[in-house]
Nanobody, 119 residues
Framework: QVQFVESGGGLVQPGGSLRLSCAAS????????MNWYRQAPGKQRELVAS???????KFADSGKGRFTISRDSAKNVVDLQMNSLKLEDTAVYYC?????????????WGQGTQVTVSS
């Protein structure tokens, strides 16, 4: 089973930047996409950004223009660059991998990393 190591979270002032990184280890199967989700207190988990195996990216409206997702296929690492951070960006951010193994779709999740935007 794939395991994820997430890093880069922390405390940042409004307008600041953070770069989150997710490193995958273990067996790698046919990957559809790597995603970043976030969940704030009292809210549902939401998709922030995704990148397919072909490099196609997609962003939620909340982060569009401020966030960038990238992937290093050789190292199995996906990063999320977050700029111009706002108070409402405060949440636990989760790395997610979706793919197919033995004809069955799977979805793996990291433990999450806390991002706190505060003045």
């Amino acid at each position: 089973q794939v395991q994820f190591v997430e890093s880069g979270g922390g405390l940042v002032q409004p307008g600041g930047s953070l770069r989150l990184s997710c490193a995958a280890s273990g067996s790698i199967f046919s990957i559809y996409a790597m995603n970043w989700y976030r969940q704030a207190p009292g809210k549902q988990r939401e998709l922030v950004a995704s990148i397919t195996s072909g490099g196609v990216t997609k962003f939620a409206d909340s982060g569009k223009g401020r966030f960038t997702i990238s992937r290093d296929s050789a190292k199995n690492v996906v990063d999320l660059q977050m700029n111009s951070l706002k108070l409402e960006d405060t949440a636990v951010y989760y790395c997610n991998e979706v793919g197919q193994r033995d004809g069955v779709q799977y979805s793996y999740w990291g433990q999450g990393t806390q991002v706190t935007v505060s003045s």
